[in-house]
């Protein structure tokens, strides 16, 4: 399958990995990119060094090209852009804000950049910045999130750009690959279904409530702060709703979250830890290979798409 984002990429699939903060890493960004795919290693909240080791590691384990995502809101971010450049990384796409201030060195470096957007407005603005594509993330996401859904935002994100569209949020098999290029995308990045992939470095416990989880079990935390965040409800989640129906400060509430998704992923504590994962936690059934995940999708979704009624 040919698109536009296979060709700028250079990849054999349009399936891209989300670059989830602690759970993307080198182990499963090189999976992905070995099974034809986009992996992504997820920079997070983590310092430049480490980010450089993983990105070391990966091209240690893949030929193929794969790409870093830089969380905007890390307070190393603008050392991490410069990373991104001095180790050749061929792909960079941003989350939780406007990476303007990055694209001409990243344009230069002959990075192709490709920004993460929850509406129109956001989307053109970075097509004008000279964007590569945009990935067009609904609220279904995992994670911090936009307000508008994935079936209302990917077709007024086509419309509204000439860059191609990579849909995000609520797709996880192959039907959802095969509706979001019937919405015009072009490619399609997973993040709840990867994040149970055997390669996937997560704590069991995390892997285990996600495949356990069904459709209404996210609750989406921070709407009070500006910074929404969905995950699997728990105690957590619980106890953060309440501080904030009762009008709690956001220094509190920041107090709250902090290393609190580390706590999920790494030592699997899925009561008071945040497990961040999307509304599609419940077509998620088992723990599989990156490759046996991907090929799942393209021979499921092409089939669809090559239907007629
Ligand atoms: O970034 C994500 N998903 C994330 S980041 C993350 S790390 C985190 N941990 C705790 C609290 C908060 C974050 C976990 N999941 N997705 C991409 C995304 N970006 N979704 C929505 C946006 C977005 C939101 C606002 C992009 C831009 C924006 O504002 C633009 C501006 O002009 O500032």
Redesign the pocket.
Known sequence: MKTRITEILGIEYPIIQGG??WVATYQLAAAVSEAGGLGLIGA??APASFVREQIQKAKELTDKPFGVNI???NPEADEIAKVIVDEGVKVVT?????PAKYMEMWKAAGVKVI????SVA?AKLMERGGADAV?A?GTE??????STTTMALVPQVVDAVSIPVIAAGGIADGRGFAAAFMLGAEGVQLGTRFVVASESIVHEKYKAMLIKAKDIDSAVT?LSTG?P?RSIRNKMTKEYLKLEKEGADFMELEKM?LGS?RKAVVEGDVVNG?V?AGQIAGLVKKEQPCKEIIDEIMSEGMELLNKTF
């Open positions: 989830m903060a997070g909240g969380m905007l809101m941003t989350g939780a804000g406007n920004p993460v957007v929850a956001l990935v993330e996401s995992g994670g911090h999130i936009g921070g910074h965040v979250t998704l945040t961040m």
